[in-house]
């Protein structure tokens, strides 16, 4: 179905634009929207990595929260070993200047 806003006045039908629902329109396939999103929660997890060791520390204790503990503590120190969390605190305290 054509939606009658798309086509300008006096168009041909074969040069309308396609619809929204058309196989033709710009949309982004679902594995390029899932990889965005992965690299999304990977930056975010990175700019956090001490809150979410500190959260691991908060958790009670179940079955599973060494292991989510260990690998909380194992991200951070990965990140840590780049200097990423030293990096962002100094971006933070810049921000922090201009408010």
Excluded: C, H
């Excluded at 204790?61 to 969390?85: K, R, Y």
Aim: charged residues 15%.
């Amino acid at each position: 179905m054509q939606q009658p806003w798309l086509n300008p006045p006096g168009t041909e039908p074969s040069r309308r634009a396609p619809d929204d629902f058309s196989p033709a329109t710009a949309t982004m396939p679902w594995r390029g929207a899932l990889l965005a999103l992965v690299l999304v929660w990977l930056i975010l997890l990175a700019g956090r990595s001490e809150a979410i060791v500190d959260a691991a520390y908060g958790l009670p204790v179940l079955p599973g929260t060494e292991a989510l503990i260990a690998v909380a503590e194992g991200w951070n120190d990965a990140l840590s070993a780049i200097g990423l969390p030293q990096a962002l605190k100094a971006v933070r305290e810049v921000l922090a200047t201009g408010r």
